[in-house]
């Protein structure tokens, strides 16, 4: 049923016409329209929050540890990579090493894509936009200057982390990746969590992203330190200072922030509140198109500051989402992406490749990137 309303939604983003005056047409107005109808009926849980799976808890790694330091039963990783790993065995007996190959990968996208449709008890009937930001936060750490943090280690998995207050609720998303994990060992966390956040995008009907293998798992003392990533309340001289650390420029931020269009705040997570788009579980324009369009007023209530629609009262926009628009540099890019998704598509795909490859020491070359089969194709 989810994945219907995100199909209607999506095919009716495509077709509708563009204007800068957008929210004023009787186009505008029918297009939204039945958006808001889709995104009422597919939103059985209106702001939910707080939709956590069992923890893991850090005793499994510890345990993991213990074994593989012993070399007893359980799996061997050769962290070097991804090029050689060891299938699950015994003491003793084993199922022999492999390399694994685009189809290895394929299946664990398969596996992904699965759980995206089968289990849609999270926010508007997907758990794809919080899979897209853990890919987002985990990689999102990376400092050029010291060459630390991105998406090289999962080091998320360790309190220091994953405690840290912009990563707050994303345990969710690691947790519904834990029988993939199981599923196929072979695979480090951090290239399940990258591909994942591929396999997400890619399944709620955005661009293709090429991706490679290659990411090792790290222990607890590579975890960086808290305030690598954007604080909401800001404005665009705190974005240029995150994004330019790891080496984005003001295009490539705009391009980024259009995965706004996906997902919503939380009162108990960021303390910011509702969706930004009418479809938040379609990756499309419309973060662009909303953010020129609608008339954004700040929003009267108890919580931290934000900018709530004046038609609807029922979407929002952060500090630094309007720092797009009030910026001039920023507000060109703005404007491209809004005027055409295909021109967004191509440019977020580009920048999502490069966000999720920021400081892995790959063995392999660009060229070997492969690009995955959605789960419909």
């Not at 997400?200 to 607890?220: H, K, L």
């Not at 808290?226 to 705190?238: F, S, V, Y």
């Not at 909303?290 to 919580?303: D, H, I, M, R, V």
């Not at 720092?323 to 191509?346: I, P, Q, W």
Request: hydrophobic share 35%; glycine share 10%; aromatic share 10%.
């Amino acid at each position: 049923m989810a994945a219907t309303a995100r199909t209607l939604t999506r095919l009716t983003a495509r077709t509708a016409p563009i204007n800068s005056t957008l929210r004023l047409t009787a186009t505008h107005d029918a297009r939204f329209s039945l958006q808001r109808q889709t995104f009422q009926f597919s939103s059985r849980r209106g702001y939910a929050s707080g939709n956590e799976a069992k923890s893991s808890g850090i005793g499994y790694y510890a345990t993991f540890a213990a074994i593989a330091a012993a070399g007893g039963v359980g799996y061997f990783y050769l962290n070097n990579g991804g090029v050689t790993d060891m299938k699950k065995g015994s003491s003793g007996e084993s199922r022999g090493v492999f390399t694994p190959k685009k189809e290895d990968y394929q299946q664990v996208y398969n596996e992904v894509a699965k759980l995206l449709e089968e289990k849609d008890d999270y926010d508007d009937g997907s758990y794809g936009p919080v899979i897209v930001r853990l890919a987002w936060h985990c990689s999102g750490t990376y400092d050029k200057q010291t060459n630390t943090g991105g998406s090289n280690g999962a080091t998320m998995r360790f309190a220091p982390e994953g405690d840290h207050g912009a990563n707050a609720g994303l345990k969710a998303a690691r947790d519904f990746l834990e029988p993939v994990k199981e599923k196929h060992p072979w695979i480090t966390y951090s290239d399940l969590w990258t591909l994942a956040g591929v396999c997400a995008i890619q399944e709620m009907q955005g661009p293709s992203i090429p991706w490679r293998p290659g990411r090792t798992d790290r222990d607890v003392s590579m975890c960086t330190p808290d305030g690598r990533l954007p604080d909401g309340a800001k404005d665009q001289t705190h974005l240029r200072a995150i994004f330019g650390r790891m080496g984005f420029d003001d295009r490539e931020i705009v391009a980024l922030s259009g995965a706004h269009a996906l997902g919503r705040c939380h009162t108990d997570r960021s303390g910011f509140d509702g969706p930004w788009s009418f479809s938040p579980t379609v990756v499309s324009n419309d973060y662009f198109r909303l953010l020129l369009g609608e008339k954004w007023n700040w929003k009267k209530w108890n919580g931290p500051k934000q900018y709530e629609d004046a038609g609807s009262k029922t979407l929002m926009m952060l500090p630094t989402d309007m720092a797009l628009v009030k910026d001039a540099s920023f507000k060109k890019h703005v404007e491209r992406y809004a005027k055409d998704d295909g021109v967004f598509f191509k440019e977020f795909s580009d920048v999502i490749v490069k966000l999720l490859e920021l400081g892995v020491p790959f063995q392999s070359k660009e060229e070997d990137r492969m690009t995955l089969k959605t789960l419909s194709a």
